[in-house]
């Protein structure tokens, strides 16, 4: 059975850190781009990283380019996203996908389309 599990929100102040893990089971996440998405109370959900299939190259949203960084331990098949300079405007519940679609393997991942899979999120509050 096929699942991803978020952990590691929580409260912190603006310029403070987090680092969030998506564990993965039933399947090895390096074979499909994992991404990280994340939904405001009233906005639509927003693609803010991922991590390709094969060689694991990488993709940020502008908003959190040099902030953000993703990264994958294959050996405990998860993937992580380590948040840096957290602002209010980052409060957001988190989720982790993996996109299975055969045109996205071992190709640069995107921030948008249709992930087939998805966790239940994590709440981050960015607040002082």
């Known amino acids: 059975q096929l699942q991803l599990v978020e952990s590691g929100g929580g409260l912190v102040q603006p310029g403070g850190s987090l680092r969030l893990s998506c564990a993965a089971s039933?399947?090895?996440?390096?074979?499909?781009?994992i991404g990280w998405f994340r939904q405001a109370p009233g906005a639509e959900r927003e693609g803010v990283s991922c991590?390709?299939?094969?060689?694991?190259?990488?993709n940020y949203a502008d908003s959190v380019k040099g902030r953000f960084t993703i990264s994958r331990d294959n050996a405990k098949n998860t993937v992580y996203l380590q948040m840096n300079n957290l602002r209010p405007e980052d409060t957001a519940v988190y989720y982790c996908a993996a996109d299975p679609r055969l045109s996205r393997l071992f190709r640069l991942c995107v921030l948008t389309g249709d992930y087939g899979y998805w966790g239940q999120g994590t709440q981050v509050t960015v607040s002082s």
């Open positions: 991590i390709s299939s094969g060689d694991g190259r990488t």
């Open positions: 039933g399947f090895a996440s390096n074979y499909y781009a």
